[in-house]
């Protein structure tokens, strides 16, 4: 018996161990997002993308899938750089927030009080309209332009009266140039170029030393090629690069999948990265707010971030696009999960891979295909839809024609929920998904798509 022992109590270990090991569960199999990665590649027409899965507050798996360039056939690897375009946002809201708690500047005050030279109207802005994107600004498009640290202030302080579409404060309303000026707002508080501002609070703490600002820097790493158009047409590369150094708060930083994914498990730890504290846990705090209603959807925008809850659980996230380039992040802090997509074609960004990586990750099911409803309206409700609606430079126009609501560029308009519409593909443009704000009375007042928000004018 004495000599048993020694085995049944490796036997207990063992049994011990398997059952709860079987109690957790079998890690999530990674490898299978290889697959769809290519798959999705494939569909889109994009050249290449790089992946990172952070799991359980861990980065668990990288991955590089297809070409960095179309011409040269260089294979992408996990760790090269790509421009973010949007999902910049949050670097440079951080940037400014972290100023903010060191009393540098108030988020309510005008911006005018710190950063000067601007235009009367611009100098009213506060912090706040500008990083949750109800300043009442449009979206004017700045993808190419000087490259020195000086084109910043000078796009900014160009930003006049022209450039607003509504009231500050009166509705939520994407806007590049919003985030421009957040990151000049930034650089004259930290009294020094945005691009070095933001790698000393924001890149450095983290360790994301390939992270840039500046092509010239980016250019010395391992870099994915940029490449159009921004459809499922055949790739080709972009040349030149497009860059602008005015716009580089809005959605001109490089990094990678990996130097992303460290400022993903910061957010998600209360600022703390590797057992110190990278971010004040305040700063986090305010970036992941919940701050701008959307119209007509079921989250909010924080400061450059989306934020919502599903299934009970919290989701932040982002995507972007610029010139050559896309990327998407997703994170879900109540499980400490995040992936980051990043792509070399204008646009792209994978959703059905992100999708698969939260199935894995948490056991979220892949979401079906939306149903296609389409609801009647009658002759008053048409009327009341039609309109102009403006933001910037571009209106859009509904009309009533032989008893049809219709663009005025072509389109039918089908009614598919409460608030949401679909116009219908043209030989010009493709289908617009859309849904229509009302204010207390009833009354139509703007028109929101893709994040924008159309001012009703007549």
Known sequence: MNQLRPLLRVLFIVVVG???FGLRGAAPDWSLLAATAKAELK????????VAVVHEGRLVWTGGFGVANVDTGQPVAAD???RLGSTTKMFTAAGLVDLAEEGKLRLDEPVGNLAKGLTPEIARLTAHQLLTHTAGLSDPNAMEGPHDDVALGERVRALGPKDFFDAPGRIYSYSNAGYWIAGFVAQEAGGKPYADL???RIFRPLGMERSTFRPTMAMTWPLAVGHGPEDRSPPKVVRPLADNAGAWPAGQMFSSAPEFA???I??????RFEGRQAIPAAVVAKLTQAHAPLPNEDRHYGYGLNVRVADGLRWWSHTGSRTGYGSLVRLCPDRKFAVIILCNKT???LPALADHAAELALGIPRPAAPARLVLPMDVAERARYAGTYTNGRTNLVLRVANGRLVAATGGE???RGPHRFVRAATKTAPALEFTLVADATGRITHLSARGRAWRRID
Do not use: W
Request: hydrophobic residues 50%; positive net charge; proline residues 3%.
């Open 198 to 200: 933001l790698r000393e």
């Open 18 to 20: 398997f059952s709860a």
């Open 347 to 349: 646009g792209a960004n």
């Open 266 to 271: 910061a957010l998600m730890d209360a600022g």
């Open 80 to 82: 090269m750089l790509f």
């Open 262 to 264: 460290r400022f993903c």
């Open 413 to 415: 308009i089908t009614k």
């Open 43 to 50: 569909k889109a027409q994009v050249p290449g993308c790089a």
